[in-house]
Structure formats: structure tokens, C-alpha cells
């Protein structure tokens, strides 16, 4: 039996938390306190969420802008198409630092978070290493630097269960040290859909708190802890049991939605949907009306998406079975994020640098 505690799924992303919201309340699109702009940089689905303290208390996520860039270029393993995506992050990664008045001379502080010995959470440290440092260069011999660059540091502080340290107090001591005019921080996320993992960039002015991909919060790193901008970088590189399940319900609901726009009655075979309709995708325009859900699955039919994804957390939960989970190719994955991402924020940071993959990229 379902409790009355709000089934809170785990997300580290904004237009997912504003998702939830409309979910939960039933209610339109418009959130107020929450607005939502929806364009395309180079033919890639952008979406900018600005959030003030209104809407913050409604989707439960700090008041700031979150941009979401959606590729399918890493899951594709398609060169041509992560240089792209490279040069429209370094694009919104540039807007985001001109709409915070960082001017082009301005220090920076690249911080890789996660542990390097963990795969799904190495996206940080991956991208540290193809970070192009030069604040070396500028103490040291500053009479080698072109214009078009500015100082940037690196670093990749681990995780408490390694260091013993609060990666926000070995932060804060680095900022004392390196005087930096603003960070950016780059760590793995959570999200509650599948078809976003590997496949949605977030960016942040909103700061972060580490760990909360795998909801093990530590001390937030943001613009109030240090007193200067903080900007978040993220990718989903995982997702729990129960998003998985619920998301795969989902899907055999439209696979059958779609036997019966095609067939004009129910199907009784579970054949892949893929098979059955050519490799087409199913959308939202599959999924059938609640009657013929109810009809075909009975009570779990029936369930709205809070309900049934309750349901299953309730299920799995006092079993362990509630895992968190990578895709078996995380490994390529995470070695071209991190080369996605340097590209990225090197061209955004360095007039002068284009927004291009090192050769190591291609495998």
C-alpha cells in the first residue's frame, strides 16, 4: 500500500526537478518563480531554466540559471559530432561567464570532483587532465603568454571516503592560496530518465554540492561559500533500479500503444518495439489513454507516474535491489566526456583557443 510521504525521485537536474513539479501537481506547463526558453545552437536542443527564490521553493533546486544541452554524440561514439557538441558547450559556457561580468583577463580555478578510482563518478578528474593549465605561465614567465589566454588552474581534490577531508574545506584552502576571480567545478550527476544519461550536459551559476549524484551530499561549493562565482558543470552518469524499471513499464506501454494505432488491437507478442516498427522511437504520442492502460496492465495501469515510481522504491527498497547503475560502456563514455568537457571550457576560457578535440579523441 502506498504511504502518503512525496516519493522525491533522485535529480541533479533542473528541467527535471521542474518536470516533477508539473507531475506531482497536475498542473500547466507555467510554474510560477520558474521560466523556461527552448532554442536550438547549431541544431542542438538547448533549454534555459532561470529559477528565482519563488520557484526555487517549488522544484526544490537553488534560484539561478540552469542551461541543459542534449547530444547523443557520446552514446553515438561519433567524433564529428562531440566537436560540435564542444564548440556549442564552449558557446554557453562563454554566455554564462559575459552574463556574470567575467571579463576575458579574469582568473580561474578548474575543479575536477569525484573519485578517480570509481568510473561512473571519474567525469571530473577526466576532464582535469585535459584541462589547458596557465597560471604557471603567467607567474613565471609571463613574457611567453599570447594574448587571448588567461591564468587557469586545475585541480582534483578526491573524495572524503579517500581524503578525510571535506572536498569544500580543501576548496577553500586553494582559494585562500590560488586567488582566483572565479571556479568552475565539473562532477557526475543523477538523473530520473534513462534517455539521459550520457546524453545531457548541465551547466550551473548556482554552484554544487559533491556527491549528490549518488545522494551523498557534502558542503555546498557555491558564490556564498567562497565569495566568488561558482559555475557547475555536470553530466548523468548514472540512474537508480527504480527509475530504470519505471522507465521500462513506460516504454512497454508505448510499444503496445503503438501495436494499437498500428494494428487497431492488442498484441500478444513483447517483441522489442524496435523490431516491430522498423527501429522507430517511441515518444509520449505512443503511450495509450489511462482506460486502455488499465485494460491491458490492471492496476499498475492505473498508477500516476509519482505513484508507480513509489510503488517500485517501495518494492525494491527493504529487498537492497535499489542500485545505482552505469551502462556497461561507461568506461568510453567517461574517457570522451572528459575530453568533451576540457574542449568545452578550455575554448570558453582561452580567447584564442578553438573549441576542437585533441587527436586522442578518436579511438
Given amino acids: 500500500m502506498l504511504n502518503d510521504d512525496k516519493f522525491q525521485m533522485r535529480t541533479?537536474?533542473?528541467?527535471?526537478?521542474?518536470?516533477?513539479?508539473?507531475?506531482?501537481?497536475?498542473?500547466?506547463?507555467?510554474?510560477?518563480?520558474?521560466?523556461?526558453?527552448?532554442?536550438?545552437?547549431?541544431?542542438?536542443?538547448?533549454?534555459?531554466v532561470r529559477v528565482d527564490e519563488i520557484g526555487a521553493k517549488k522544484i526544490n533546486k537553488k534560484a539561478g540559471r540552469y542551461i541543459t544541452l542534449e547530444t547523443n554524440?557520446?552514446?553515438?561514439?561519433?567524433?564529428?559530432?562531440?566537436?560540435?557538441?564542444?564548440?556549442?558547450?564552449?558557446?554557453?559556457?562563454?554566455?554564462?561567464?559575459?552574463?556574470?561580468?567575467?571579463?576575458?583577463?579574469?582568473?580561474?580555478?578548474?575543479?575536477?570532483?569525484?573519485?578517480?578510482?570509481?568510473?561512473?563518478?571519474?567525469l571530473g578528474p577526466e576532464t582535469i587532465k585535459k584541462i589547458l593549465v596557465t597560471k604557471h605561465l603567467f607567474v613565471y614567465h609571463p613574457e611567453t603568454v599570447?594574448?587571448?589566454?588567461r591564468?587557469?588552474?586545475?585541480?582534483?581534490?578526491?573524495?572524503?571516503?579517500?581524503?578525510?577531508?571535506?572536498?569544500?574545506?580543501?576548496?577553500?584552502?586553494?582559494?585562500?592560496e590560488v586567488d582566483p576571480d572565479f571556479i568552475i567545478t565539473i562532477d557526475a550527476l543523477a538523473s530520473r530518465g534513462i534517455d539521459r544519461v550520457n546524453t545531457t550536459i548541465q551547466l550551473s551559476d548556482?554552484?554544487?554540492?559533491?556527491?549528490?549524484?549518488?545522494?551523498?551530499?557534502?558542503?555546498?561549493?557555491?558564490?556564498?561559500?567562497?565569495?566568488?562565482?561558482?559555475?557547475?558543470?555536470?553530466v548523468p552518469t548514472v540512474?537508480?533500479?527504480v527509475?530504470?524499471?519505471?522507465?521500462?513499464?513506460?516504454?512497454?506501454?508505448?510499444?503496445?500503444?503503438?501495436?494499437?494505432?498500428?494494428?487497431?488491437?492488442p498484441s500478444k507478442s513483447l517483441a522489442p518495439a524496435s523490431l516491430t516498427f522498423g527501429g522507430k522511437k517511441l515518444t509520449e504520442e505512443d503511450m495509450p489513454k489511462q482506460e486502455k492502460?488499465?485494460?491491458?496492465?490492471?492496476?499498475?495501469?492505473?498508477?500516476?507516474?509519482?505513484?508507480?515510481?513509489?510503488?517500485?522504491?517501495?518494492?525494491?527498497?527493504?529487498?537492497?535491489?535499489?542500485?545505482?547503475?552505469?551502462?556497461?560502456?561507461?568506461?568510453?563514455y567517461i574517457h570522451d566526456l572528459g575530453h568533451l568537457l576540457a574542449s568545452g571550457i578550455n575554448g570558453a576560457l582561452h580567447e584564442n583557443v578553438d573549441s576542437h578535440l585533441p587527436n586522442s579523441f578518436t579511438r
Fill in 293 to 332: 492502460k488499465a485494460e491491458l496492465f490492471g492496476m499498475i495501469g492505473t498508477l500516476e507516474e509519482n505513484e508507480k515510481r513509489q510503488l517500485i522504491k517501495e518494492v525494491l527498497s527493504p529487498l537492497g535491489y535499489n542500485l545505482m547503475v552505469t551502462p556497461k560502456e561507461v568506461d568510453s
Fill in 206 to 234: 548556482t554552484g554544487i554540492h559533491p556527491g549528490s549524484g549518488v545522494s551523498n551530499k557534502r558542503k555546498e561549493l557555491s558564490n556564498e561559500t567562497f565569495g566568488i562565482p561558482v559555475i557547475s558543470m555536470g
Fill in 146 to 149: 599570447a594574448d587571448g589566454y
Fill in 12 to 48: 541533479d537536474l533542473a528541467i527535471e526537478a521542474r518536470e516533477m513539479y508539473v507531475e506531482d501537481e497536475r498542473q500547466a506547463q507555467d510554474i510560477e518563480g520558474v521560466v523556461l526558453t527552448e532554442q536550438k545552437v547549431k541544431g542542438y536542443h538547448v533549454t534555459d
Fill in 73 to 122: 554524440a557520446i552514446k553515438n561514439s561519433d567524433s564529428d559530432e562531440q566537436q560540435e557538441t564542444a564548440q556549442v558547450l564552449s558557446l554557453l559556457l562563454a554566455d554564462l561567464l559575459k552574463e556574470h561580468d567575467i571579463q576575458e583577463s579574469q582568473s580561474c580555478l578548474v575543479v575536477g570532483l569525484g573519485n578517480d578510482y570509481v568510473t561512473p563518478d571519474a
Fill in 239 to 241: 540512474v537508480d533500479a
Fill in 243 to 265: 527509475t530504470i524499471t519505471s522507465d521500462t513499464i513506460d516504454y512497454v506501454f508505448k510499444h503496445f500503444g503503438r501495436e494499437l494505432k498500428e494494428s487497431h488491437k
Fill in 151 to 176: 591564468p587557469v588552474a586545475a585541480f582534483s581534490p578526491g573524495v572524503m571516503g579517500v581524503t578525510g577531508m571535506e572536498t569544500s574545506d580543501i576548496i577553500q584552502g586553494l582559494v585562500k
